[in-house]
């Protein structure tokens, strides 16, 4: 089983910054391609950004250059910066794999940005 959780999430103002966490652990965990996804209120998860195993990332054209996904084999944690925060980025922040998503959602952290 492979347990995924996340953290950082905050109220913040627009404009402003969050770091996220995300750390896998478990016996079946395996460093892998991973990914943050977001849901918002009465909207489905949607993707954000992806990191490959050689730190390779790819972005949503919505996140894209404010976004920074980012990630540390050796403790298993891949993080998400947020920067220029709007509004519309209010959601629920999760982690897991890319793509696939193949365990089990974590807890996800809240990010709410309001003035």
């Known amino acids: 089983q492979v347990q995924l959780v996340e953290s950082g999430g905050g109220l913040v103002q627009p404009g402003g910054s969050l770091r996220l966490s995300c750390a896998a652990s478990?016996?079946?965990?395996?460093?892998?391609?991973m990914g943050w996804y977001r849901q918002a209120p009465g909207k489905q998860r949607e993707f954000v950004a992806r990191?490959?195993?050689?730190?390779?990332?790819s972005y949503a054209a919505s996140v894209k250059g404010r976004f920074t996904i980012s990630r540390d084999n050796a403790k298993n944690t891949v993080y998400l910066q947020l920067a220029s925060l709007k509004p519309e980025d209010t959601a629920v922040y999760y982690c897991?794999?890319?793509?696939?998503?193949?365990?089990?959602w974590g807890q996800g952290t809240q990010v709410t940005v309001s003035s």
């Open positions: 990191i490959s195993i050689g730190g390779e990332p």
């Open positions: 897991n794999g890319f793509p696939g998503t193949p365990w089990p």
């Open positions: 478990g016996s079946s965990f395996k460093v892998d391609a």
